[in-house]
């Protein structure tokens, strides 16, 4: 069983880009080796006859009917925008040409 260093937490913050003052390499450390410890742990639980899951319980995604609707308040959610022109929302040009 290794033991996570302090060379080697000072080497994963410099590659992170990652400023970590001493005291915070230590608490690193600790909590990467109880990381590792759990891992060595969960390798051990036997799982040949356990089907592959993506999800810990089953999702279904729940569809709707694809039906055409009519809408009549065009006229009240046109008068809800701050502005407007004919049967559009005028928004302001955010492209330059």
């Given at each position: 069983m290794t033991?996570?260093?302090?060379?080697?937490?000072?080497?994963?913050?410099?590659?992170?880009?990652?400023?970590?003052?001493?005291?915070?390499?230590?608490?690193?450390?600790?909590?990467?080796?109880k990381i590792l410890d759990y891992i060595r742990q969960l390798e051990k639980i036997d799982t040949d006859d356990v089907p592959g899951t993506t999800r810990a319980i089953e999702v279904v995604n729940v569809f709707r009917k694809d039906e055409k609707k009519s809408f009549d308040c065009n006229e009240e959610l046109l008068e809800l925008g701050p502005s407007r022109e004919d049967k559009f929302f005028k928004v302001p040009k955010i492209i330059n040409e």
């Open positions: 033991k996570i260093t302090k060379e080697e937490v000072k080497k994963v913050a410099h590659l992170a880009r990652l400023e970590l003052n001493e005291n915070e390499i230590n608490n690193h450390a600790q909590q990467l080796e």
